[in-house]
C-alpha cells in the first residue's frame, strides 16, 4: 500500500530554517504530484507548495521567497526547504501525492518559537 512519511519537523527560532522530507513507498513516484500542505492549531489545512511531475512549482502567496519543493524520483523521496521561518508558519505539515489515488502522509510538527 502507498505510504508517505514525512520527518524533519522540529522547533526552530524565527528565522531559521529547516528541510522536511517526505519518503514514499508502494507507488510509481514519478507518477504523482506531490505537495505540502499545513495544518496549524483551531485552522484549516492549507496548501504550501505543490512540485508536478514534470518539475514545475507552485507556491502560496506566505511561502513565495522563502520556501523551496524540490523532489528525487530515484529517491522517491520530496523536500521542502524553509528558509525565514516566522512564528506563523507553526503547523503541522502533511505531505501528499495526487495522480492515480489522493494519499496523505501523519504529518510533522514544525514550531518556530523563541
Known amino acids: 500500500q502507498v505510504q508517505l512519511v514525512e520527518s524533519g519537523g522540529g522547533l526552530v527560532q524565527p528565522g531559521g530554517s529547516l528541510t522536511l522530507s517526505c519518503a514514499a513507498s508502494g507507488m510509481i513516484f514519478s507518477d504523482y504530484a506531490m505537495g505540502w500542505y499545513r495544518q496549524a492549531p483551531g485552522k484549516q489545512r492549507e496548501f504550501v507548495a505543490l512540485?508536478?511531475?514534470?518539475?514545475?512549482?507552485r507556491y502560496t502567496d506566505s511561502a513565495k521567497g522563502r520556501f523551496a519543493i524540490s523532489r528525487d524520483n530515484a529517491k522517491e523521496t520530496m523536500y521542502l526547504q524553509m528558509n525565514s521561518l516566522k512564528p506563523e508558519d507553526t503547523a503541522v505539515y502533511y505531505c501528499?501525492?495526487?495522480?492515480?489515488?489522493?494519499?496523505w502522509g501523519q504529518g510533522t510538527q514544525v514550531t518556530v518559537s523563541s
Open positions: 512540485i508536478t511531475k514534470s518539475d514545475n512549482t
Open positions: 501528499n501525492a495526487w495522480g492515480n489515488g489522493n494519499y
